[in-house]
């Protein structure tokens, strides 16, 4: 498995930190770490993917159910996304707006853009 998954707590917000491929093999570690996350409570979620070196379809079919998730149970879910350099995330970015779904997420530079409540989201 080409993943690895950091959880930090920063109240109300609970940071996964992922880094590695996010792809059919791996997908399912994302899914089940928000479940369990919404499963305990914590309904306001950043995930970081500056550190994700590849998003395949999977990936990206795991972002939008997670989505779909934090929205069914009132929460909030959040994506730190790079905009350049193949090595912070910017491909994740790409992948994501060539399908036409990067507009539907909160995406923001950095964990702390993130965590501000009057920070705004990046534009598409």
């Given at each position: 498995?080409?993943?690895?998954?950091d959880?930090?707590?920063?109240?109300?917000?609970?940071?996964?930190?992922?880094g590695?491929?996010?792809?059919?093999?791996?997908s399912?570690?994302?899914?089940?770490?928000?479940?369990?996350a919404?499963?305990?409570?914590?309904?306001d979620?950043?995930?970081?993917l500056?550190a994700?070196?590849?998003?395949?379809?999977?990936?990206?079919?795991?972002?939008?159910a997670?989505?779909?998730?934090?929205?069914?149970?009132?929460g909030?879910?959040?994506?730190?996304?790079?905009?350049?350099?193949?090595?912070?995330?910017?491909?994740?970015?790409r992948?994501?707006?060539?399908?036409?779904?990067?507009?539907?997420?909160?995406?923001?530079?950095?964990?702390?853009?993130?965590?501000?409540?009057?920070?705004?989201?990046?534009?598409?």
């Amino acid at each position: 498995m080409t993943i690895q998954v950091d959880e930090d707590r920063q109240e109300p917000w609970t940071v996964l930190r992922i880094g590695g491929e996010l792809d059919l093999v791996t997908s399912p570690v994302i899914r089940r770490r928000l479940h369990e996350a919404v499963a305990g409570g914590r309904h306001d979620v950043v995930l970081d993917l500056s550190a994700v070196r590849f998003c395949d379809s999977s990936g990206v079919g795991v972002l939008v159910a997670a989505r779909r998730l934090m929205r069914s149970c009132g929460g909030r879910l959040r994506l730190i996304l790079p905009a350049r350099g193949a090595e912070d995330g910017a491909h994740v970015n790409r992948v994501l707006a060539a399908l036409g779904v990067r507009r539907l997420f909160e995406v923001y530079a950095d964990v702390p853009a993130a965590l501000d409540g009057d920070a705004a989201p990046l534009s598409a």
